[in-house]
């Protein structure tokens, strides 16, 4: 099946530090989503990107829909401990009216106080 | 709160039992999803439904079949599973964007189900 590949898997970072994360396919996608997601929680959306080439920012955090339709990272700046948690990327594909996600593998981030 | 709301958030079932998870929406959305989301794996898209047709089957074994009544609700009936069926499944729903293209899925707390 489809799948986005999401870079990095794992990451340890000091509190106050940037984080980057980003998620690359070989498919086209009409829509960019960047989620959380807690231990035992279902993902909550923090982001989402329409338009290539979209930049978007939610708080700390910030987003961008790639130039080709193809990829896309989130940022975090100064990060603090309860940004802990897996991040995903999902991608939208459109067909016969159908929307469908496609999720990268995500990227789990711990932060040291 | 996400406006998705899943039941149970627990279920130990056996090989043998049948049971069902429950899912209902309350954002008006039209599209309902279940996905499987297993350890050290991406979340994994079984069904989909659009206005309570089924427009998606990610091959999932016939031991998982979905119902979708009504546009709110989306439940997932377990028949004879096995170990490895066990995950968390998580329940999304989405609504097309008024004007655009693109939609948002908003997605419940999930329901970790232990096949014994």
């Known amino acids: 099946g489809q799948q986005l590949n999401q870079s990095p898997q794992s990451m340890f970072i000091q509190e106050g530090e940037d984080v980057s994360m980003n998620c690359t396919s070989s498919s086209i996608f009409n829509t960019w989503l960047w989620y959380k997601q807690d231990p035992g929680e279902g993902p909550v959306l923090l982001i989402a990107l329409y338009k290539a080439g979209e930049l978007t920012s939610n708080g700390r955090l910030t987003a961008q829909f790639g130039i080709t339709r193809k990829d896309s990272f989130l940022n975090i700046s100064a990060s603090i401990p309860s940004d802990v948690g897996i991040y995903f990327c999902a991608g939208q594909l459109e067909a016969s009216g159908t929307y469908k996600y496609i999720f990268g593998t995500g990227t789990r981030l711990k932060v040291l106080a | 709160e996400t406006g998705v709301t899943q039941t149970p958030r627990h279920l130990v079932m056996g090989m043998t039992n049948k049971k069902s998870l429950k899912c209902e929406q309350h954002?008006?959305?039209?599209?309902m999803y279940w996905y499987k989301q297993s350890a050290k794996k991406p979340l994994e898209l079984m069904f989909v439904y659009n206005f309570k047709e089924q427009t998606e089957n990610n091959s999932v074994p016939s031991r998982f079949s979905p119902e979708c009544p009504n546009s709110s609700h989306l439940f997932l009936h377990l028949h004879t599973l096995q170990p490895e069926d066990s995950a968390l499944y998580l329940c999304?729903?989405?609504?097309?964007?008024?004007?655009?293209?693109?939609?948002?899925?908003?997605f419940g707390q999930g329901t970790r189900l232990t096949v014994v």
């Open positions: 999304a729903s989405s609504h097309p964007r008024t004007g655009g293209s693109g939609s948002e899925a908003f």
């Open positions: 954002l008006g959305h039209n599209a």
